[in-house]
């Protein structure tokens, strides 16, 4: 029995969404790196979730947990950049950048804060209600 | 709500305070809330996720607990309703992935329940401390 409904599924979607941050955030801080340990471009990553089935303590159901599968990468090309003074440059001048956008990292790290945020009051919320519940003939 | 059950109907001395409809009512409609919460967490935590249906208490859980207790009366035994949470049929997938999660709607949701907890516990603990005041003889 759980003192706080729901406090397991929204703790797997916080630390879900915080690897999510974390993700997003080694993708924009590596979008400069045109070689990594591998003497390859930085090849951005991207997470993918899983359900795990959690039952429920009030009612008799099971409910989805979200959970991180997986952290993969991203195979599509880098853009090409001619630069022929950088160090990592190809005999044609041609540096290959790493294929990290900007744009889909910052939304990517909007939503996964959003769904953070949202959860985090989830917590709140019960806890209210538990501290309530104590309360109860007080 | 229900009016509250005449003493000369049930008799007894403690039982009234604690078979009062409202009384009875408030204690299982608790249990929906916390089931409510329950399932708007894991509405929220998977609002990313494809396919995902958002969960409700069955809609005629309270409607049920009524019925019954307007049949029985004090000595229904409203623990005997059973309840349920189940996919909400009435929202509509409106995102491409199949989800039928609103944050907005949930958090709303969410707000909305705990006040309605907030009232039933309220309620609860008055039942109680009313029969306190009648065993001390002073309110507290």
Excluded: C, W
Excluded at chain 1, 18 to 34: F, G, L
Excluded at chain 2, 102 to 121: A, D, G, H, I, P
């Amino acid at each position: 029995m759980n003192v706080l409904a729901g406090i397991s599924v929204t703790s797997s979607a916080l630390s879900a969404q915080k690897t999510r941050v974390d993700i997003v955030a080694q993708n924009i801080a590596n979008a400069q790196t045109t070689r990594g340990p591998d003497g390859q471009p930085y090849q951005r990553r991207v997470i993918s979730f899983e359900a795990e089935m959690q039952k429920m303590t009030s009612a008799d159901r099971e409910v989805q947990a979200p959970k991180i599968r997986d952290i993969g990468v991203d195979r599509s090309p880098g853009q090409r950049v001619f630069d022929p003074q950088h160090p990592d440059a190809a005999a044609d001048g041609y540096v290959t950048m790493p294929n990290v956008n900007m744009a889909y990292e910052m939304v990517d790290l909007m939503t996964a804060s959003r769904a953070y945020e949202a959860n985090l009051s989830v917590i709140k919320n019960s806890r209210q209600m538990a501290e309530k519940a104590i309360d109860i003939g007080k | 709500m229900l009016a509250g059950t005449d003493v000369a109907k049930t008799g007894g001395m403690i039982e009234p305070v604690f078979k009062s409809d409202n009384y009875l009512l408030a204690r299982r409609l608790l249990d929906a809330s916390v089931a409510r919460q329950e399932a708007i967490a894991s509405n929220i935590a998977n609002v990313e996720t494809p396919g995902y249906k958002r969960l409700d208490v069955a809609a005629d859980f309270a409607s049920k607990l009524q019925a019954k207790l307007r049949v029985n009366g004090g000595d229904a035994n409203l623990d005997e309703v059973k309840l349920q949470v189940v996919e909400d049929s009435s929202a509509r997938a409106v995102r491409a992935d199949g989800n039928s999660v609103e944050l907005e709607r949930e958090l709303l949701e969410m707000n909305r329940n705990s006040v309605e907890y907030n009232f039933l516990t309220e309620l609860v603990s008055r039942n109680i401390k009313q029969m306190r005041m009648a065993i001390s003889g002073r309110s507290l």
